[in-house]
């Protein structure tokens, strides 16, 4: 389940008011389930959701997905409305919705790099894109633009960020981050199953893990608090929220 990181990503953004969003996924099983969990979170944390689009992963499906996402496809209607009362030939710029602060995506990330650009391309290129960790299924390939990757927030575990020594006998080298965060999953399963008495006994206690920080809730339920990553020129590095959201104090002022 998604359910910890996405509340995560939601808290990260709602500090500088970011509350309408957009889901966009493709159309996996997953990918769709994890949409669902996102939007079941958005409705509790008060988040507007402007458009729910899955797409087909076709240089047509994804340009549709898009227009419809960011209403793209309405400007384009109007412009035809207005040819056709005026019988003259219009000259116009679609351009992107202005009520949307950001984009929660559901692929991986070789998915997301077609996505990005054509966000750019219809002039939404300072909304950004929020996803789990599930977009980081791999290191980017060496061919890929670094330009077409960034501006995309996800959620990491913590043994899978830059000089982590959390787990040092975990081969850094290998291409899957899935089977690596798989690994850092069992070594915190090892931990907690050894520490249950101590949150029993004190509720309140954090733990601070390979999966990120670990607490518990009422019902016994093991929640973890992941890091919030990007990539900026092809490296992961870790996310600062002014780069990608604009301070609501500072715009009015």
Excluded: C
């Excluded at 949409?35 to 079941?40: A, G, V």
């Excluded at 509790?44 to 992963?57: D, P, R, V």
């Excluded at 950001?102 to 991986?108: A, H, L, S, T």
């Excluded at 670990?214 to 600062?240: C, Q, S, W």
């Amino acid at each position: 389940s998604a359910e910890d990181e996405i509340h995560e990503l939601i808290t990260f953004a709602k500090q500088n008011g970011a509350t309408k969003a957009a889901i966009l996924s493709t159309q996996d099983t997953w990918a769709l389930k994890q949409s669902d969990e996102f939007r079941d979170a958005a409705i509790k944390e008060n988040i507007t959701i402007t458009s729910n689009q899955a797409y087909s992963n076709t240089p047509k499906g994804r340009q549709d997905a898009i227009q419809k996402l960011l209403l793209i496809d309405e400007s384009h209607a109007r412009k035809k409305l207005v040819e056709q009362w005026s019988r003259t030939k219009v000259d116009s710029i679609a351009r992107s919705r202005e009520d949307l602060d950001y984009v929660y995506y559901v692929g991986k990330l070789n998915d997301a790099k077609q996505i990005r650009p054509l966000l750019d391309f219809y002039f939404a290129d300072q909304i950004p894109m929020l996803a789990s960790s599930t977009l980081n299924d791999s290191a980017p390939e060496k061919s890929t633009n670094p330009s077409d990757i960034e501006r995309i927030l996800f959620t990491e575990a913590p043994a899978l960020t830059p000089n982590n020594k959390m787990l040092v006998e975990l081969d850094k080298n290998q291409n899957s981050n899935i089977l690596r965060r798989l690994q850092a999953l069992g070594a915190d399963s090892y931990l907690l199953a050894n520490k249950y008495q101590l949150f029993i006994l004190l509720p309140s206690t954090k733990v601070s893990a390979n999966t990120g920080i670990i607490t518990i809730d009422d019902n016994g339920i093991f929640h973890k608090r992941p890091e919030i990553m990007t990539y900026r020129k092809g490296n992961l590095v870790y996310a600062n929220i002014e780069q990608f959201f604009e301070n609501e104090e500072s715009t009015e002022k």
